[in-house]
């Protein structure tokens, strides 16, 4: 996306003022989740500022610049050891960040930007509400995800980043709806948008490369020399839940990651019985995980 002069010396002076300060902070006060790549989380605000102001017409950058700071910095803080670091981390950036001012209620997470009008709203704003009257009840419950500020900033914040082809990851203990969230989200992309396809692939401790890349190649097929994609022009979304479960080799990695590694950074991997490459096009990766079983780090590379 092209920005004119005035939009990018706007946003240098944004990640001049907020960025470092941010990162430097939380390193030395809090702890994320599972453990996080400065670099990652800065690429990550990249692509959402992209999404968002790719969209809109922006009078209020700096709402959506902290919105994006908070949640792509902040997002992966919960309970851990007995310290609430989300709710520091909140207390903390309301304390040092007031151009931008949150409502005392609440954390600064209970909250989204209304982009046309430039100020905060209540997550609950974007809910519908009518989802009980629509509700059909010859379908089984797993069918729905209620709406609440947790599942609808989770998926409203996942849409942006499969907007701009960027791989977003829930990470949860058992329980708290993970699955339920990204199952909910697909089945609403892929009836809205028949361009989308998904598939879900379960990770467990005997996963590897190779079942992995057998699984993945079931929704492709051959277009035009080594290039493989979804049927037509559709885009093919795949879902891995238990990301971190696949037993790590003698090396200390877990190849079936590292395929998973390979395909984000070059979209290709190998047919291993001709030796050629495959080049793996339309796709993109939604993941979970428990960060309690399992690996407790996933590769940062991915």
Known sequence: MKYDDDRKKQLRELFDKYVAKTLFHCKKSFRHVVPQV?????????????????????????????FACIWCIGGGYATKDGIPYK???????????????????????????DIENSKLEDWSKLSDS??????????????????????????????????INHCPILVGMPGTGKTQIIKGLLNDLCAKNPIYLQQIINFNFY???????????????????????????????????????????PYDTQNAIALLRQHRDYEHWYDKSKLTMKEIKNTQLIAAMNPTAGSFTVNPRL
């Not at 989802?131 to 709406?147: A, E, H, L, N, R």
């Not at 599942?151 to 499969?162: E, G, N, R, V």
Request: charge should be negative; glycine fraction near 4%; proline fraction near 3%.
């Open 87 to 113: 709710e520091q981390f909140s207390n903390w950036w309301k304390a040092e960040w007031k151009t931008i001012k949150f409502p005392s209620k609440g954390t600064v997470f209970d909250y989204y930007v």
């Open 207 to 249: 996963t590897d490369a190779n079942l992995l890349q057998m699984i993945m190649e079931q929704n492709l097929e051959k277009k035009a020399g080594k290039i493989f994609a979804p049927k037509g022009t559709n885009k093919l979304l795949y879902f891995v839940d238990d990301l971190n479960m696949p037993a790590r080799d």
């Open 38 to 66: 400065d670099i990652a989380m800065v690429m990550s605000m990249c692509k959402l500022l992209e999404n968002l102001m790719a969209t809109h017409d922006i009078k209020g950058a700096e709402f959506i610049f902290a």
């Open 130 to 163: 009518d989802i009980i009257s629509t509700i059909d009840t010859s379908k089984s419950i797993q069918s729905y995800t209620i709406p609440t500020v947790e599942t609808i900033s989770a998926s409203f914040l996942m849409k942006q980043f499969i907007n």
